[in-house]
T-cell receptor
Framework: AQSVTQLDSQVPVFEEAPVELRCNYS??????LFWYVQYPNQGLQLLLK??????LVESINGFEAEFNKSQTSFHLRKPSVHISDTAEYFC?????????????FGTGTRLTIIP | NAGVTQTPKFQVLKTGQSMTLQCAQD?????MSWYRQDPGMGLRLIHY???????DQGEVPNGYNVSRSTTEDFPLRLLSAAPSQTSVYFC????????????FGSGTRLTVV
């Protein structure tokens, strides 16, 4: 069975400071890893994904995540956050018993930017 | 291009009532899924479909039914609503390959009293 752990339920960060949102996963098979973002009162949007190849993946709005197979982690980072980054962030993994049909989510991390 | 459309956006039901949450996508995606989102629990898979006429259960299927008669539509039926089904429901779709992320609808906020 696959699972995702997001250790931090809430992360407050000052504007223009760096941030890291942690994600650890477990799976018995090769995985695809995703980060989704949910802005207030909206659905989820795909932020970035790791499928294979380079372990560092980037999004168009300055976020990046690094796949670390030995530590089974896929932490999300941004060197300088903005007010507009206030949202809830979900790490997700696909693969496992249902194959690629099932996407398993972590419990989410609420990022609050302090002006 | 509308993406994934969910209706209604809000709904209040009395215990024991039934209703259908609608989901439609116009991207010709093969895979469609229903998730529920509860505070502190992330998103949990209710049912999913890998194509028209094919559905299967997810983690929390009890109390819900689905069908997939067309590629575009994937309605979720609550047979007899219970307060434990108070949640935000999201429908999502993606093409056939797992390397594509899901596209999510904007959600239905359901309250059962």
């Amino acid at each position: 069975a696959q699972s995702v752990t997001q250790l931090d339920s809430q992360v407050p960060v000052f504007e223009e400071a760096p941030v890291e949102l942690r994600c650890n996963y477990s799976s018995s098979v090769s995985v695809y890893l995703f980060w989704y973002v949910q802005y207030p009162n909206q659905g989820l949007q795909l932020l970035l994904k790791y499928l294979s190849g380079s372990t560092l993946v980037e999004s168009i709005n300055g976020f990046e995540a690094e796949f670390n197979k030995s530590q089974t982690s896929f932490h999300l980072r941004k060197p300088s956050v903005h007010i507009s980054d206030t949202a809830e962030y979900f790490c997700a993994v696909s693969g496992g018993r249902f194959g690629n049909e099932k996407l398993t989510f972590g419990t989410g991390t609420r990022l609050t930017i302090i002006p | 291009n509308a993406g994934v459309t969910q209706t209604p956006k809000f709904q209040v039901l009395k215990t024991g009532q039934s209703m259908t949450l609608q989901c439609a996508q116009d991207m010709n995606h093969e895979y469609m899924s229903w998730y529920r989102q509860d505070p502190g629990m992330g998103l949990r898979l209710i049912h999913y479909s890998v194509g028209a006429g094919i559905t299967d259960q997810g983690e929390v299927p009890n109390g819900y039914n689905v069908s997939r008669s067309t590629t575009e539509d994937f309605p979720l039926r609550l047979l007899s609503a219970a307060p434990s089904q108070t949640s935000v429901y999201f429908c999502a779709s993606r093409p056939g390959q797992g390397l594509y992320g899901y596209t999510f609808g904007s959600g239905t906020r359901l309250t059962v009293v």
